[in-house]
């Protein structure tokens, strides 16, 4: 089993910033991808960032220009910066990826989420 816990979620004014943080820990053989993703009650869960094991990183429109992630392996750690927040960005933010659990096992994991509030 694989665990994700998210920190970092909170109350901000428009215009300003938070950073996520999600951890991972379990055994895992490897990473094949890892990102933030939200929802809300009224939206279907969102991909927000995703980063591949390679590297490659795709962004949101929405996330595009504001938000930034970023990966430590040595920490196990996947980090989301996000700047010029806007009220529609208020939504839960889940860790999620797909993990490779043995050579020819892969299995989709998910955190329980931090809230992430943007006040006009």
């Known amino acids: 089993q694989v665990q994700l816990v998210e920190s970092g979620g909170g109350l901000v004014q428009a215009g300003g910033s938070l950073r996520l943080s999600c951890v991972m820990s379990?055994?895992?053989?490897?990473?094949?991808?890892i990102g933030w993703y939200r929802q809300t009650p009224e939206k279907q869960r969102e991909l927000v960032a995703r980063?591949?094991?390679?590297?490659?990183?795709d962004y949101a429109d929405f996330a595009k220009g504001r938000f930034t992630i970023s990966r430590d392996d040595a920490a196990n750690a996947v980090y989301l910066q996000m700047d010029k927040l806007e009220p529609r960005d208020t939504a839960v933010y889940l860790c999620?990826?797909?993990?490779?659990?043995?050579?020819?096992?892969?299995?989709?994991?998910w955190g329980r989420g931090t809230q992430v509030t943007v006040s006009s």
């Open positions: 999620g990826g797909l993990f490779r659990l043995a050579v020819t096992n892969t299995r989709t994991f």
């Open positions: 379990g055994r895992m053989f490897s990473v094949n991808h």
């Open positions: 980063i591949t094991s390679d590297g490659i990183i």
